[in-house]
Structure formats: structure tokens, C-alpha cells
């Protein structure tokens, strides 16, 4: 089985589904070969289902023609953008992500008093987002697909870092306590991400 092998200090190995990454094994550093290979085949009935699962939803999901009329993602409704060929498309979606997420994050940012750097947007194919040593918070534009409930945990998750620059337990500690429902939107976003796309 194909996967991608993450190691951290960790104490555990544990799996997850990634729509783009596929499977992703994220293990301790000192764990051998031998046991993430017997892991896989403890959990191979549960990978094959959920990589079913989302082989199923992308077939689902229809390739845009870029027509007039033709709806699309936006904060999570379908919506007719006042443009539609791909390059005006990705131009409207890139200004109103860049203010939207500004916007969001600047209120955010005040509540829970994690206040970032700059707020900017990219190109990502496998990210949604990153805070930099310097607390610059980069945010794939894709994300403005997303329903607002979701960008919010991803602004949460990024400016929990301005804290705490890894995936430690104080780092989740925190997240929780800015953004209680974060196990929820996170599964949406790792379940449904073919979907915020062109």
C-alpha cells in the first residue's frame, strides 16, 4: 500500500485520508518499518473503505464547463460569480478571499488576542494555510469555497501557531479552547477539500 510517512516525536502511529495525499501515516521517529507495515494491516479494512469513500465523492463531483450560469462554490452555497471563464474565475476568488479572510482574521485575531504579522493568500495545491516564524499567516485562496464555519477553524488553526509553532499537545490545547467544534471542521475539510476547487 502507497502511503506517506511522517515522523515526529510522537508517541503513537496513527492514519489519515487525505483527498490529494492519499494515506498518511504519521509515526514516531524511533518506530520501525516492521510495525508501521503491521499498523497498515490492522487498519487495511478502514483505509480501503474511506479511500472508497472519497473515490466515490470526486466522481460525484462535476468538472466545471467555465459557462455563463454556471454555479460554484462560494462560503459554502452555490453561487453564480459574476464571471466565469478560469482566469477571471481564480481572479474574483483570489480578491474575495484576500478580503474576507483579512477581515475574519483581524476580528479573530482580536478576540482571542493572537495577532499575526500580515494576512496574504497563494497558490497551495496540498495546504490551506501556514504561519511563518515571523507570524505572516498565508492562506490558500481555495479555502473561500469552504463554509464559513470551516475558514474559521482555519484561521483558528493558523493563528494558534502564532503560540505554539507545531502540532504539540499545547497547540491542540489551545486550538480547543479558541475553537471548541475544531475536530468537527477539520473532518469536513479533510473529507470534502476535492470539492473546494477549479
Not at 493572537?114 to 490558500?140: D, M, V
Amino acid at each position: 500500500m502507497k502511503y506517506t510517512l511522517h515522523r515526529s516525536a510522537r508517541r503513537t502511529i496513527s492514519v489519515q485520508i487525505h483527498p490529494e495525499k492519499g494515506v498518511v501515516i504519521r509515526a514516531p521517529r524511533l518506530v520501525s518499518a516492521r510495525r508501521i507495515e503491521k499498523f497498515l494491516k490492522e487498519k487495511e479494512d478502514w483505509i480501503q473503505n474511506h479511500l472508497q469513500k472519497i473515490e466515490k465523492k470526486r466522481s460525484q463531483t462535476k468538472p466545471s464547463t467555465f459557462e455563463p450560469g454556471e454555479t460554484h462554490l462560494y462560503l459554502g452555497k452555490e453561487t453564480v460569480p459574476p464571471v466565469h471563464t478560469k482566469t477571471f474565475l481564480t481572479k474574483w476568488y483570489k480578491e474575495k478571499a484576500l478580503h474576507y479572510l483579512t477581515e475574519r482574521t483581524n476580528q479573530i485575531a482580536e478576540q482571542t488576542n493572537l495577532h499575526p504579522e500580515k494576512t496574504q493568500i497563494r497558490t497551495y495545491r496540498s495546504r490551506w494555510g501556514t504561519c511563518s516564524a515571523h507570524n505572516t499567516i498565508t492562506y490558500n485562496w481555495r479555502i473561500i469555497m469552504a463554509p464559513p464555519e470551516v475558514i474559521d477553524y482555519l484561521i483558528c488553526h493558523e493563528l494558534a501557531h502564532i503560540k505554539h509553532k507545531n502540532h504539540g499537545k499545547n497547540f491542540y490545547k489551545l486550538l480547543a479552547e479558541i475553537h471548541p467544534q475544531y475536530k468537527t471542521t477539520r473532518k469536513w475539510l479533510r473529507e470534502n477539500s476535492h470539492m473546494l476547487s477549479l
